[in-house]
């Protein structure tokens, strides 16, 4: 199955730095989905992207699928310690196979 | 609907016993995935079952591990005989797919399995 790449694996921010995940995928996608998962839990799903360049926003989390429908990159301005967890791309969503997360540790 | 339903939430067996996990989709929904999740693999994605069909079944790791889907509201995942490198945490999802456009996958709470 297709398999998608995230960097970094981990990152470390002071509270109200920003963060950025990428994921890239060596075939096209049809398109991908976010997840978030807190210590301890599940994975919560975020946001999904389906168009060539598109960009979503949810309050401070940026969300672009490229216009090549190759990579993708999860981008939170001003991260707060709410922030806190792994945070995975998955595609293709029939398949649902997920990316290695990057997680993250915010630093009050 | 109370999501996905997995039991038990932990479970710590002696090596060589037979492990059941047990899952209930969201009702409606007609694709479920088992994952494995450890520190070193990550979120393994180990089978994938739509409309109780087993669709891809590449990732169960070898032939102790077994899924069924006897019915739309139920799976098991089982482990003969299990081995402590099983320890993980194991987690079920549902959705419903809807073309190219999929829907989000719910996952539940995941079953802690501990293997000593």
């Known amino acids: 199955g297709q398999q998608v790449m995230q960097i970094p694996q981990y990152q470390h921010v002071q509270e109200g730095e920003d963060f950025t995940t990428y994921c890239n995928s060596s075939t096209t996608l049809s398109n991908i989905q976010w997840y978030k998962q807190r210590p301890g839990g599940h994975p919560v799903f975020l946001i999904q992207l389906v168009k060539s360049g598109e960009v979503k926003k949810q309050k401070r989390l940026t969300f672009q699928f490229g216009e090549a429908k190759k990579n993708s990159s999860l981008h939170i301005t001003a991260t707060q310690t709410t922030d806190v967890g792994t945070y995975f791309c998955a595609g293709p969503p029939a398949y649902m196979r997920f990316g290695a997360g990057t997680r993250l540790t915010v630093k009050p | 609907d109370a999501g996905v339903i997995q039991s038990p939430r932990h479970e710590v067996t002696e090596m060589g016993q037979e492990v059941t996990l047990r899952c209930k989709p969201i009702?409606?929904?007609?694709?479920l995935f088992w994952y494995r999740q450890t520190m070193m693999r990550g979120l393994e994605l180990l089978i994938y079952f739509n409309n109780n069909v087993p669709i891809d079944d590449s990732g169960m790791p070898e032939d102790r591990f077994s899924a069924k889907m006897p019915n739309a509201s139920f799976s098991t995942l089982k482990i003969q005989p299990s081995e402590p490198r099983d320890s993980a945490v194991y987690f079920c999802?549902?959705?419903?797919?809807?073309?190219?456009?999929?829907?989000?996958?719910?996952f539940g709470q995941g079953t802690r399995l501990t293997v000593v």
């Open positions: 999802a549902s959705s419903f797919p809807g073309g190219e456009s999929d829907t989000e996958a719910f």
């Open positions: 009702s409606g929904h007609n694709s």
